[in-house]
């Protein structure tokens, strides 16, 4: 099976004179003419950056096709608290979709706690910093909230010091669920089969381990 999640940021509707229908049927014949075989679990983005009343604006046009399955928060953890966009995610959360945010990438433990709790996210992308608290790593464990990481990302950015020191071992033997993620194939230059091969390697995990963080990855995308 090969899953692909993504879509588009909502302010991409201001590009296309704010027609959700016909951005979203874009992206549709794009996938029916380029992979029709990959299956495509659109999603919607929205930007840290952005006032609460635009991303709200721009987001319920996507919300009424009942089209996307899932929605993500990213930028610069700084810019705004989390409980700032409680309101577009108990939108989302009515309509169905699963939520996910960018957290604990830069910021500390406690942040990805207060991101799971706030907007009630099903998901968390990076999380990492949750390795530094054991209570927290405790709490994503039995409310089985999954952490999609992307190692060499980390690396790059100087996150992590090397590959063989990144906290993907700590949360994974805390019984947190994990996946191994690219971040940006473009930008970092990993497939995902590159990125569970480098964390074999540094001796992180062993053949069993990653084929269960694989399946946990494909799990997700087909819940």
């Not at 635009?54 to 319920?60: E, I, P, S």
């Not at 089969?193 to 992180?204: M, Q, T, V, Y």
Request: glycine share 8%.
């Amino acid at each position: 099976m090969t899953c692909l999640e993504t879509g588009e940021d909502v302010w991409t509707i201001t590009l296309f004179d704010h027609d959700a229908a016909g951005l979203t049927q874009a992206l549709a014949q794009i996938h029916a003419r380029v992979a029709p075989e990959v299956e495509w679990i659109p999603q919607l983005s929205l930007s840290r950056h952005c006032s609460i009343g635009d991303l709200t604006k721009w987001l319920m046009p996507f919300l009424d096709l009942s089209f996307y399955r899932s929605l993500d928060l990213s930028g610069d953890e700084a810019v705004q608290p989390i409980g700032t966009f409680k309101p577009v995610y108990r939108l989302a959360k009515s309509r169905g979709l699963r939520l996910k945010a960018h957290v604990g990438e830069w910021g500390n433990a406690d942040s990805v706690w207060r991101a799971v709790e706030e907007p009630e996210l099903d998901e968390v992308q990076h999380g990492i910093a949750a390795a530094e608290s054991k209570p927290v790593m405790r709490f994503l464990a039995d409310n089985r909230i999954r952490l999609n990481i992307c190692p060499t990302s980390n690396l790059m950015l100087g996150r992590v010091q090397s590959i063989a020191e990144h906290p993907i071992r700590t949360l994974f033997g805390a019984g947190v669920i994990v996946t191994v993620n690219t971040d940006d194939v473009l930008v970092f230059g990993q497939s995902v089969s590159e990125e569970l091969l480098r964390l074999f390697e540094a001796g992180l995990f062993n053949a069993d381990e990653l084929e269960q963080i694989r399946l946990a990855g494909l799990a997700g995308l087909t819940e």
